[in-house]
Nanobody, 124 residues
């Protein structure tokens, strides 16, 4: 099982970006999915989470600007980022809690998986 994130880039303040993260592999089910970010010199912080049932939770710093969503049929989570600010500049990581299935050995997990990160740079 692996997560592949995309959609980062350079954008001016006030602009928008949409991040995507798809899970691949022997997936039986995916519980919570989320986005985290890490700015230079800072610790990784939670940005937004979404449960399997669609309940969302946001960091105060992004409430009203970012929207997390998921497509369960595609095993994909999205982060729509609007009204971007220079302080949103960071490497963004996706995260998912996944139950894997192997035909010869059954179910494993849920285990936590991380994507490799995608850089978002917001210029002032």
């Amino acid at each position: 099982v692996q997560l592949q994130a995309s959609g980062g880039g350079l954008v001016q303040a006030g602009g928008s970006l949409r991040l995507s993260c798809a899970a691949f592999g022997r997936i039986s089910s995916i519980n919570e999915m989320g986005w985290y970010r890490q700015a230079p010199g800072e610790e990784r912080e939670q940005v937004a989470l979404i449960t399997g049932g669609g309940t969302t939770n946001y960091a105060d710093s992004v409430k009203g600007r970012f929207i997390i969503s998921r497509d369960n049929a595609k095993n994909t989570v999205y982060l729509q980022m609007n009204s971007l600010k220079p302080e949103d500049t960071a490497v963004y990581y996706c995260n998912a809690e996944i139950v894997a299935y192997y035909s010869d050995s059954g179910y494993y997990g849920p285990d936590e998986y991380w994507g490799r990160g995608t850089l978002v740079t917001v210029s002032s």
